[in-house]
Nanobody
Framework: QMQFVESGGGLVQPGGSLRLSCAAS????????MVWYRQIPGAQREWVAH???????KYQDFAKGRFTISRDNAKNTVYLQMNSLNPEDTAVYYC?????????WGPGTQVTVSA
């Protein structure tokens, strides 16, 4: 089982940037595909981006060219650099391990994009 603690969210103006962090424990993030998700109140959690153990990355269409997922194996932490943010990016952001139905979800980190 893994544990996740997300951080780095906040209030940012449109066009701004944020860097989210996901500190993981229990397993090494470098051994798995790690995923960033986001959730708007009243909606289902949606996949944003993932990074595989081979450092291959993939992004949802809305994230391409704006978001970058990365991993620091020494810190067992996964990051999501978000640039050119717009109000539609407002959500709670979570990280998790792909296919893991046992590990609990972390608290998430709120991202609010507003003027």
């Amino acid at each position: 089982q893994m544990q996740f603690v997300e951080s780095g969210g906040g209030l940012v103006q449109p066009g701004g940037s944020l860097r989210l962090s996901c500190a993981a424990s229990g397993r090494d993030v470098r051994s798995y595909t790690m995923v960033w998700y986001r959730q708007i109140p009243g909606a289902q959690r949606e996949w944003v981006a993932h990074i595989t153990s081979a450092d291959q990355t993939k992004y949802q269409d809305f994230a391409k060219g704006r978001f970058t997922i990365s991993r620091d194996n020494a810190k067992n932490t996964v990051y999501l650099q978000m640039n050119s943010l717009n109000p539609e990016d407002t959500a709670v952001y979570y990280c998790h391990r792909l296919g893991d139905v046992v590990s609990p979800w972390g608290p998430g980190t709120q991202v609010t994009v507003s003027a």
